[in-house]
């Protein structure tokens, strides 16, 4: 349960990874893929991978009139038998006018092939302008429980020198009572920086004590390390 792809922002928790893209002559359709190798994989303040190491990939369509589609792939490790998460997306992302509020829409389902029990949709929504992001994701069947969950998000993403990337993310997770007793709020600050072709990127995540109590050992504070390369 990892990503959700947007235009305008990327609050996620891993590196973007490194980049193979298609453009049309007439730049109207272009195509990308990704891979990163990762520490872990964590998702929303918690581990996806009980705190070992993740390899993802993905791949990318969009059109200039800011239609996307894409899928995004992980190893996982849950209690559960599911060893594999598969995400597919589409959505419409751009810019209201000359005002430079970006916005993206969209839609998101979560996969585990070996465990198609636990497979669910979300919706998502995001807002940006100069170093600011905010978003809403909601699910009515948020983990497969056939209940509702909305997860809303707020980043701050800066440029520094030496063509070093600082990024920083607050979210706070809205469950319905029968999913848990307790909601909860992540938080995340991040490095990154591309060098000799690789892509580079530390994040810190933590989450408060809620969080903690409900994930145990898999919400613990942690720095996550990601590397990439361009192909």
């Given amino acids: 349960m990892k990503k959700i792809i947007s235009l305008v922002a990327l609050t996620g928790l891993m590196a973007s990874g490194s ?4 453009e049309s002559e007439d ?7 990704s891979v990163a190798l990762s520490t872990d994989y964590v998702w929303r303040g918690y581990s996806q991978t009980d705190e070992e190491a993740a390899i993802s990939g993905s791949f990318d369509y969009a059109h200039s009139s800011g239609f996307y589609v894409g899928t995004w792939a992980s190893n996982v490790d849950f209690d559960s038998d599911a060893s594999m998460e598969l995400d597919v997306y589409a959505g419409f992302g ?4 000359d005002s430079g509020i970006g916005y993206d829409v969209g839609a998101l389902r979560y996969m585990y092939p070996s465990e198609e029990e636990l497979d669910w949709n979300e919706l998502y929504a995001s807002l940006s302008y100069s170093y600011f992001s905010v ?5 009515g069947d948020v983990y497969g429980t056939s209940e509702t969950g ?3 998000s707020v980043g701050f993403d800066y440029d520094l020198p030496y063509g070093v990337a600082f990024s920083a993310g ?3 997770y809205d469950y319905d009572q029968d999913v848990s007793d307790e909601d ?5 600050l991040g490095l990154s920086k591309e060098f000799a072709g690789f892509g580079f990127d530390v994040s810190y995540y933590g989450m408060d004590d809620d969080g903690e109590d409900a994930y145990g050992d898999t919400a613990d ?9 361009s192909m």
Wanted: glycine share 12%; charged share 15%; net charge neutral.
């Fill in 221 to 229: 504070d942690r720095v996550v390390f990601t590397i990439s390369k």
């Fill in 27 to 33: 730049g109207a359709h272009s195509t990308s893929a």
């Fill in 184 to 188: 909860h709020q992540d938080y995340r």
């Fill in 135 to 139: 978003g809403v994701a909601h699910s």
């Fill in 170 to 172: 607050y979210g706070y």
């Fill in 94 to 97: 751009g810019e209201f006018g």
């Fill in 150 to 152: 909305t997860y809303y």
């Fill in 19 to 22: 980049a193979m893209a298609w």
